[in-house]
């Protein structure tokens, strides 16, 4: 089946620390990859994705790269700010007519 | 700019009470998903539609929940009757219904069942 596996939160790190969230994913076929971010209080919003292996998605310094060979696509940031702090959730579109399938999300705190 | 549109965006309610939410998708996204989110449970895959039609609810309690789109911009998700337990946020999402495409999420609906 089609799952999703991420890093246990919460993350905490002061600002300008690098980040990275590990997400791996089971999937049948060939998936496209997302991260989503949820602010306090909001709804999830598309961060970063990408749709074939070896592709790089990157957004707000985040960046992200399909890794087929490990089936990884965790995500990173060089230096985070107090702004980020969110819930991240790595998802996969398994393709056809089935929903996306997210991990259970890891919040990451920056602290100043 | 083009969004997702939920209401209410808050509710409280008491148990055995009818609660409804309401979805407006995005303009020409023919996909609607309805997700919860809870501490416990994460983000839970309650039903979804494409071209008004649903192709999976079984995520839904069947006895007091239903989710129907009238039309192609509006998707009811509806609870009766509500129980505590049902106290979540409720998330409508719709998408282009292509492969690779970006599914877009309103701003939840925040219910509470006391």
Known sequence: ?112 | DARVTQTPRHKVTEMGQEVTMRCQPILGHNTVFWYRQTMMQGLELLAYFRNRAPLDDSGMPKDRFSAEMPDATLATLKIQPSEPRDSAVYFCASGPGQGGNTIYFGEGSWLTVV
């Not at chain 1, 969230?21 to 991260?35: K, R, V």
């Not at chain 1, 702004?83 to 998802?91: E, P």
């Open chain 1, 1 to 112: 089946g089609n799952s999703v596996t991420q890093m246990e939160g919460p993350v905490t790190l002061s600002e300008e620390a690098f980040l990275t969230i590990n997400c791996t994913y089971t999937a049948t076929g060939y998936p496209s990859l997302f991260w989503y971010v949820q602010y306090p209080g909001e709804g999830l919003q598309l961060l970063l994705k990408a749709t074939k292996a070896d592709d790089k998605g990157s957004n707000k310094g985040f960046e992200a790269t399909y890794r087929k060979e490990t089936t990884s696509f965790h995500l990173e940031k060089g230096s985070v700010q107090v702004s980020d702090s969110a819930v991240y959730f790595c998802a996969l579109l398994p393709g056809g007519n089935t929903p996306l399938v997210f991990g259970k999300g890891t919040r990451l705190s920056v602290i100043a």
